[in-house]
Each structure stands twice: as structure tokens, then as C-alpha cells.
């Protein structure tokens, strides 16, 4: 939506249970303020849930209009995606 402020999150190396919620949290409330970017460059390693979590984030943005992009997805990131099966569902989202 035009007009819309871009925001963005940096995942941490480690997103699992412990870092969960609180990337959860900010992307929660960056969704309904405008466009927001996750910038995935650091990732080391990710559980499921957090794949889960983004597509989930991804569609709470959609809903409310805006754009969600992961950026420069790390090769540990992509290997996940790849081996959970969800590249056709991450496949709009990232860039870089």
C-alpha cells in the first residue's frame, strides 16, 4: 500500500524456541504498520516453528496490505526451507 513506512527485523544466528518470541513480537507489530523486511543473512540455524512462524507473519502483512520480504536469506536458512519442503511458499518472499 502506498504511503506505507518500511520496517525491518534482523534474525538473530540462533532462531529457535528461546529466540521465538521475542522476533515474533516485532514482527507482530511492524505487520500492520507497513512494508516489513527480515533480513536472514546472520540465520546459522532454525528450528521449524520459525519457518512456520515467518509464513505466518507473512500472511498477518498480507492481510493488513503490506509487504513482507525476508532479505539475503543465509545458505543454512535456504537448506532448511529447501529440506522442509516450503520452497514454493517462501519462493514470493525472499529476495537477495
Known amino acids: ?21 521475542e522476533v515474533r513480537d516485532r514482527l507482530l507489530g511492524l ?20 519457518l512456520v512462524m515467518l509464513l505466518s507473519a507473512a500472511e498477518t502483512a498480507r492481510r493488513s496490505s503490506s509487504t513482507f520480504k525476508i532479505l539475503h536469506p543465509s545458505e543454512a536458512m535456504q537448506t532448511a526451507i529447501g529440506r522442509l519442503g516450503l520452497t514454493a511458499q517462501f519462493s514470493t518472499l525472499i529476495e537477495g
Open 1 to 21: 500500500m502506498a504511503g506505507k513506512a518500511s520496517d525491518s527485523v534482523s534474525l538473530p544466528a540462533v532462531v529457535d524456541l528461546d529466540a521465538l518470541d
Open 31 to 50: 505487520a500492520d504498520r507497513g512494508s516489513v523486511e527480515v533480513e536472514a543473512a546472520a540465520v546459522e540455524r532454525l528450528t521449524t516453528n520459525a
